[in-house]
Structure formats: C-alpha cells, structure tokens
C-alpha cells in the first residue's frame, strides 16, 4: 500500500527525533516573550523612577522656596522680638537690606500691621502720624471693637503707600487667617486670592502671608508682619530649573478645579494623555495644596521604546533560527555559545541603562561599600560636586572630601563610621555636611545616607544635594538682623540678647561684669567737615581698634551714630571689678586718641598733618546679678557717660547712685514742666531798672514758677531745663505776651507811661523760622509800644547760625524793638560779632559785680565792659547791684544804670515805681 506525500510529510514532521526541535523553539519563544516583557518592564521602571525623582525634586524645591521667603518674614518680627521702640527709618533699613528685588521677586511689599483695640485706636493714628505719614487714617471707616492696621510697608511707593491705614480685621478672610496665626504662633497664609495692584491690569493668582510679632516687653500678639505673595513669580525661578520631564499645577485646597487652580507650569493642556500621574497634599502655612503631577512627552521620549520591538522581533528572529538550528542539529556547542554570548550582552545593556537612569538623576549620588571602605558606584553629578573623574572617585575614600575642622576634635573615621551604621540598621540618616571636593572648592550640602539591598554586600546609598546658596541666603538674613552692616560689630539688637546673658551668667557663676557706654566726642564735625564716607571709614577704623583691646568673649557693640558699648564679663570682687573696667576703658581710650589717616591718597607725611584725632566719653556701670534689668543698667552706663561729657569729655565717669537722684530729680521736674504751662502755674514779676539818678526808667520781665508741691521756683531753677525739654518755646511766647499786655497798661498812666520792658529771649526761640512773626503778631494783638520793648539774648546765641540771628534782629530792629547783650563777658564773647549785632545795650553779668570790691579781676572786667560799650556807642547797666558801695563803684566806672536787690526785688507790676516786695 502506497501512503500519500502529505502524509508521509506530516509524518515526518511530527516523528519522535524531532521533538527535541519543537521544544527548542518553544523555550526560545518563551525565552523571547520574557524577554520582550522584561525590557517592557524595565523601561517602566526607568521611566516611572525618572517621573518620581523629578516629583521629589520639585516638591523640596517649593518647600525650600517657601521656606526662604518665610525667613524674611521671620527676621522681620525679630525686629519687634528684640526692641519695644521699632521706628520707621529701621524697617526700610532692615527691608532695604533684603534686595527683595533680586533675591525675592515674588514679594509685592513687606508690611508690619499693629494689632489695637478701640481705645489705642487715637493713639496709633497719632503716633504714626508724628512718624512723617501726616495723612494716615484707618480705612475702611467704621466702629470695630478690634482694629489690624498697616503701619509700615516696603517698598514705599505706588499702592504700598495707599495701603497704610487699611484696616485688615474687617476682613473675614484676613481675620480667619491672622487668627490661625496668633493660635499656632507660626505663619499662615490666606486662601486664593487677586491682589488689588493686579486687578485692573492683569490679575494673576497670590496669596498673603502672615506671621504673628510679639514684643520684647509682652507675649501677646502686638502686630502681624505680612507679605503678598504672586504665585507666577515664586514659581518662575522653579520652572526654569525644573526639568521639562514634568509638569506641575497646583490647588488651592483639596478641590481640584479651574477654579482652586493656583498655578500651572504648562501655558496649555496637553493633548495627549499623559503616562504617569501623581497628586498629593502640602500643608503651607497652615492651608492644605494639592500638587498636581504629569509627566510630558518629552520625559515619556527618553525611554527607547523600539528597543522592547527589536527585543521581541529579534528574539522571533532569534528562536526561529534556533529551531532551524536545531532541526539541522543545531544544538551544537557553538551555537550554544553563541546564544550565551548574545544573553550577556543583553545583561549589560540592562545594566547601562540602570546606569543611565542614575546619571540623570539631580542629585550627586554614590554608593560606598562599608566593607571595602570606598565607593564602588558614583554618577555624573557626583563627578562635578567632588571634582574628579568616575576613575579617581571609584579609588577615593569618603573621609577625604570632609573638612576635619568640623568635627569639632572627633574622628572624622568614627563619625563617619557612626552614621553609615545607622544607615545599615535601616534608619534613613539625614544631615548637613561641608564638602571640599579635588579642586578645593567647598560645598555645603544636605547629605541623605540609606542601604541598599544586597545578599552579601553590605551597600548604602548617598546623595548630596548642594544648599550652599540656601546657606548663604539665611547668613545674609543673619546678619542683617543682628550685626551692624558699616563696622561688622553685633548692632543694638545683639548686644542686648548678650548683655540679658552676661546678667544671667553673673547671677549663675557669682561674678561681677561692667557695661561700658562710649560716646565719640565732636563726631558730627568730622562728618560735617570730612564728608560721610570719611566718617564711614573713621567708625571702622574706631571698631576695629576697640576689638583690639578687649579679651576674647567680651563683646564690642555699636548702638548707632557715634556710640558704642562694651560688655566685659567674669571680673573679680567689686572693687577689683571696678579697677579691671577702668584699665578696659583707659586702654581703649589711648587707642581712641592715636592720630587717624583718613585718606589714602596722602604720603607719610601728609597723613600726619592731615589726620585726625577722636576723643570718648565714657560711662561704666557695674552688675553682679539679675538686680538690675537690661533698661536699667543701659540708663546708668548713659547717665554715668553724660556726666562724663559734663566733665569736659575725654574722661570717664562710673555710675553713682547719688547721680541717678539727681536724673530722677530732673526727670521729674521735667515732667511739671509740661503741665505747667497749661494749668498756669507761671507768673511774670517785674524788677525795676534804675539810671544814675535813682529814677526808674523800666523793668525787666522774670518769669517764676509757684509749683503746687515746691512753692515758688525762681528762673535760674527751671529754665534751663525748659531749653532743653523745648518747654521754653509756647513759656517764651506767653511771658512775650504778658510784658507786653503790662507795658500797654503802664503806657495809658502817667507815672508809669515812660517805663521800658525788657523781656529774655532764648537762643532757641530766636532759631525758629518764624521769630520775627511771632513777635510782630503779639505787638500787634496788644498794641504795645514796641520803641518801649527790649529784648535781652545771651552769649549762646552766637554759637550757631549767627548770621540768621543778626538778619532776624535787624528786622525787628526796623520795627522799634531794642536789643540787649545778656550776661555780657560769661560766654562766646566775640568782638568780630558784637559789632555786627544791632544792640543798644550791654547788661553786665551779676557775677562780675558780686566780688568787684574784693576782686580786681571782677572790676578789671567791669571796667573793660563798660569802656566797651561807650565806645561802641551802646548803653550799658549792671545788674545783680546790692549795695551802696557797689552802686557808687561802677557809677566811678562810669556805670549809671542798674538793676538789683538794692533797688527792689521781683514783684508785682504795681509795685516798680514804689519799691516791690517779695511774693511768696
């Protein structure tokens, strides 16, 4: 029987030997579709850790962002931490000192916005309004039992300036948020919102930012500090360095939505469907943001995805070759190494792509074998941070690239060995370490230590991420807010924080401490003479000499202008304590006295005819313990150096207790004095001027003050403070219009219509732009004879801006007003401008006429007054006249003309022509 082709064919493609053959193909094809899955696989892998490495990059760089601007905000409020008494010119200091420009785009404007209830409400608005906003109000208008509002703000200008006064507590949302402020004692920001300089131009999405500010005297919330943030901007800096393998939206809230949509990296929606897609909440500032993740095409590219096809058709090529093979008995050995040679190949491939996967992470990445002591695996970046090739890094040891210094003493093997431990235990070790790579370059970096798996190799991971400029940033923040930026040395803010620490450390150890106070005496001539920036270099100059003299761990300071504090601790017993302070400030002192040579651009011997020299007046007050408070002890070194400068400057004065009664005393005085006036407490008496004849020919104005607990207080007693406290300016102007109201009445009596009124005027009165005004309007409201007015000024009135004193009492003089010299021979005594004042008068000081019979110095001066005068055509009178033998003394000088007790003492005004009596 004949069997057919087809089944002789079928047959023998089926027969026993081979079997072998189709099993072949059907591993290699198993092998194949393994294969195809695996670099499948593989390539997600790749791709979706690529996705995640870029998500945690860009999620730590918006913490770090906010975390940055959060800090200006901080070192804001430490401002108001460290002093009860921040004024405006601080805040644009300290906020002109952050570039926010350049270093914080995305902030609007810093403002600091006071917390006050309704009865502060009047006294803030006046306060400010006193600080040079004279148009401040609170906006909106309305009654409030609680009132938020905007004080200071930076930069000053456009809307900045419109905002001061706006009250923010009316605001529900502004309101919710500071509330959540106070409550956490952290910053917190406001929902979603359009900024009111956006809306008419192109609104973009923001948010406020605000951090609660508790002074130094109190804990409770005095104010907010707050800043508008633009989410395009804060984000900008972040897109650029964001790879293009992502793209970011983020919410406000957790509603994700056009609506709570905050911020979008991409300009439009992709069209395609994206592969990988990620969200995930952020608490910031105490609201809840959803991060949004997906990733691009561009990241999606990276990934070869016809490798897996080549993979597959390559493995169908393969196994069908295979199965050739082995139909034509390709099992050979060749063959089959070959194949083996071909499949460690495909090995390698996998593991060059795992390579490239690391390479393109951010960070620098290396992977250190604890046994072998080096690393065994590092990436591109980790050649650019250490500064050497993969070769030479693969040979290094990680000790090499630590700084030993900051260690502190330790082994840096120890130290390192403690750390990787934790890490082979499991822990993820995170911490901040210096770098100095091969080129000797330094680094600051966040170092992220974990293990890796492995079965008999003990692995760990690091990456080191470079925060150097992050460093940099929260320094210069630093600085700004606790040093000095001209001399270097710790500003008020510091030498207080240290000053409460040398208190407490005097308390806990039992030694004494002093705090010196250093005035630089005639430092405003230097400036004005020598220009700013010789006075710039003067106040290094000063500083550095100062840290020269004094030991390690005791502290120079400046508190501003021309003063400086020196805090000097662990001093022995109080009397040796005392000793130590004094040999402190004496060697200081001579360091102060060496010449300086304050331009560079003269020769050796130029600078010594050109340089200049510096005197101090130097207060000192001890401490032992926590008696005195850091306000108090500041005031007795101040009070101690102002005596010092009373003293004739260039010396040194400790505090005295009997000193601070004596400040007590004036303060209190100082204090009646400007209520005096209101509660007409003052009351003008009249002495009466007499001429050779004994006939009355005027009175001079003394104004006396009957204080309630005091009695009656004499001019000599209180006015010099009035100068001072700037009482004598409304004082001057009510004794000016008293006189001349009593002139007025004695001009309508016949006995008394001949009578003169002379009245004191201060040099400070005379300073002020209007002087000439006011007198001329008090004239004019009481119709006084101004011919019968004589206004008396002292030497003082010389001392500054004489040429604007002649101009003003030139005018007056065209209107009938006199003028006479006070105190004449006691003060400035220039004969180059006694010449040029239009006086009519010399008064000769009652201290010369005192002593003129007993001392011939007194009369010698007496006489060169009066001979001075005559010849200089000026009338001239003594007073302070209580004897006969006085009177006929300087009428032989050829005085006749007087005033004293001789004649009568101050009294009522009807008493001048009959003799006064004293009231009491």
Known sequence: MTVPAEANTHSNKFRPGLWPAWIALACSLSLTIFAWRYSQASLERQLRLEFDVEVGQVRADIKARIAGYTQTLRGAAALFAASDNVTRTDWRNYIAGLRLERNYPAIAAVAFARLVSDRELDGLISEVRKSGVSDFDMRPPGHRDRYVLNVFAEPYVGLNVKALGYDMWQDTERRETMQRASDAGEAMITRKITLKVDEQSNPVPAFIMYLPVTRQSGSETYGYVLSPFRMPVLMEELSRRTSRGVSLSIYDGTDVGPDSLFYNSDAKDPTAKPRYVHSEPMMVGGRSWTLSFVSRPELEARGNIHHSRQVLIGGLLS???????????????????????????SMRESEARFRVMVDLAPDAIVVHDFDLGRFVEVNAEAEKLFGCDREELLKAWPERFYPPEQ????????????????????????????????????????????????????????????????????????????????????????????????????????????????????????????????????LVEVASRMESCIREGDTVA????????????????????????????????????????????????????????????????????????????????????????????????????????????????????????????????????????????????????????????????????????????????????????????????????????????????????????????????????????????????????????????????????????????????????????????????????????????????????????????????????ETQEQKEFLANMGCHAYQGYLFGRPGPASEVLRGTKPVI
């Open 319 to 345: 196994s069908l070759l295979l199965f050739s093979f082995a139909w034509s008995l390709a099992g050979t050995r060749n063959r089959a190494l070959r194949l083996a040679r071909d499949m460690t190949r």
């Open 407 to 538: 260690f502190k003493g330790v082994d840096i093997m120890e130290s390192l060995k403690e750390t990787q431990l934790k890490a082979l235990a499991g822990e993820q070790v995170l911490f901040e370490r210096t770098v100095r790579n091969a080129r000797g370059e330094t680094h600051y970096c966040e170092v992220r230590l974990s293990r890796l798996p492995s079965t008999n190799r003990r692995l760990i991971r690091a990456s080191f991420i470079d925060i150097s400029e992050r460093k940099q940033a929260e320094d210069e923040i630093r600085n700004l807010a606790f040093y000095d930026p001209l001399t270097k040395l710790p500003n008020r803010r510091l030498m207080l924080d240290r000053l409460r620490r040398a208190l407490t450390s005097s308390a806990r150890h039992g030694s004494h401490g002093a705090l010196m106070l250093f005035d630089l005496d005639d430092f405003k001539i230097l400036n004005d003479t020598k220009g700013h920036d010789a006075g710039d270099r003067f």
């Open 558 to 881: 400046r508190l501003g202008g021309d003063e400086f504090v020196v805090i000097l601790e662990d001093l022995d017993a109080e009397a040796l304590a005392a000793m130590q302070a004094e040999i402190v400030a004496v060697k200081i002192q001579a360091a102060l006295n060496q010449p300086y040579a304050l331009d560079p651009g003269y020769s050796a011997d130029e600078c010594e005819n050109h340089s200049v020299h510096c005197t101090a007046s130097i207060g000192i007050a001890l401490f032992r313990d926590q008696s005195l408070s850091v306000d108090e002890l500041m005031k007795r070194a101040d009070t101690a150096m102002y005596q010092a400068k009373a003293a004739g400057r260039n010396t040194l004065r400790f505090f005295d207790p009997d000193m601070q009664v004596v400040v007590a005393t004036r303060a209190t005085l100082n204090a009646d004095l400007r209520v005096a006036l209101g509660a007409h407490q003052f009351l003008l008496l009249y002495q009466p001027q007499l001429d050779g004849e004994a006939h009355v020919t005027g009175a001079e104005a003394l104004v006396h003050w009957r204080h309630p607990r005091r009695g009656l207080i004499v001019p000599a007693d209180f006015i010099r403070q009035a100068e001072d406290s700037g009482v004598i300016l409304p004082l001057g102007n009510w004794v000016l219009e008293t006189a001349c109201r009593q002139l007025l009445l004695w001009s309508g009596q016949a006995e008394t219509a001949h009578l003169t009124m002379a009245v004191n005027v201060s040099a400070r009165q005379i300073r002020q732009k209007d002087f000439v005004e006011q007198v001329l309007i008090v004239l004019s409201e009481t119709a006084a004879d101004p011919g019968k007015l004589r206004l008396e000024v002292t030497e003082s009135l010389l001392l500054h801006d004489v040429e604007d004193a002649i101009a003003k009492m030139t005018l007056l003089q065209a209107e009938g007003i006199s003028f006479a010299l006070d105190d004449f021979g006691t003060g400035y005594s220039s004969l180059a401008y006694l010449k040029r004042l239009p006086l009519s008068q010399l008064k000769i000081d009652h201290s010369f006429v005192r002593d003129i019979l007993i001392d011939s110095n007194d009369a010698a001066i007496a006489r060169t007054i009066i001979d001075l005068g005559h010849s200089l055509g000026l009338s001239v009178i003594a007073e302070g006249v």
